[in-house]
């Protein structure tokens, strides 16, 4: 059983009782990403993530810690462009005890002058860690040149600039503007008592502080552009990608199959092409991420120094005869069955079932079913991908960024150019 409620301050509530089980999860969905934040203060809903758990004026980091620790239960946060949650997933009667230290962490986070230098410190080398990743970092410059001189294109991270200049003060003010109930989502599934799950978070949350002005900039049409970052590492990575649709659009299930069917898995045209039987590259894949107003269909690959060419032929290839021959009823009917599978199976995990819940509530305003989501995935049809697919992987809106040493980097322009050059 589901219930929602809508607090008189604006905070949202949805509980889902399951009580066949031991445990119980709850998330807190905050409508506050990179995405809500200045080029200035790049990186601040991250850096907050980091120092909810910190302490608070009630208990340490360690307390906080040690408190979940000793109950067996797990707690943890992300940050993303569009939302920051924090959430965790303990035994059905701890779940109380784990909402009040969530709560003291989310409203009275301390953000002492040692913790903040100490905590940007520690993201200072979370971002040279990622900049060693160049199979991580290829996202961000993708990103910053697609979304050019917009928040989206913010790494979520932040920057060192935005960080070394960033004041403390200026940060507990973002943190006091946007962590406000009315700002949130609440989401529980588990083994609970829904009315006492109520009383608990609208006791908790009983403030009225007002919800920020969460206005965005639509994203400008994106230009196809190449980018490259000369880096020495052994392979090239590269991404490539094309505007997309936002999670409202409701060709997004459409969206989803052909995903699934061009790189979604091992499955896919180009695993099965690019990695299985040309050998080409160990990892290849192909992403639809759809935010609130936008979106992005990005394929993902790291190769050899020496087998630039073949990949962008073989790549072209796959893309063109996806374009103009279209899928097939087996590979519909595949994809259909495996998303269904997912849908399902992750049912049966609670965290899953509270992430459902929350991001439902926070993307759409309701939680829809299972059994209505699988529907309209069995609804799309293959000409349905086949359309398209022609409409949006077409040759000229293709944008690239390429990271690799910089004596390979022409010839990866070359080769992209070679079949999607910008006329």
Known sequence: MINTWQLSNGAKIVVEDIPYLRSAAIGVYIKVGSRYEESSMAGASHFIEHMLFKGTEKRTAKEIAENFESMGGQLNAYTAKEHTCVYARTLDEDIYAAIDIIFDMLFHAKFSARDYETEREVIVEEIGMYEDSPDELIHDVFAQHFWQGHALGLPILGTLNSLKNMRQEELVDFYHTHYVPANMVIAVAGNVDHHRIYEVIQGITDTNDPAPNNFVQVPERVLPFVSMLPKEIEQVQICMGVPGISFHDENRYTQSVMNSIMGGGMSSRLYQCL???????????????????TGVISINIGTG????????????????????????????NRTKKLMKSSILMGLEGVMNRMSRLGKGVLMYNQVTSPEETIEKINAVTEQQVNLYAADYLQAGKVSMAAIGDKKILPAVEQAFTKWWGHR
């Open 305 to 332: 120094t020496g087998k630039v060419e073949r990949f962008f032929d073989a790549l072209y290839e796959q893309l063109n005869e996806l374009m103009n021959k279209g899928v097939t009823t087996e590979e519909v």
């Open 275 to 293: 990695r299985e039987e040309q050998g080409l590259a160990y990892s290849v894949f192909s992403n639809a991420a759809s935010y609130s107003d």
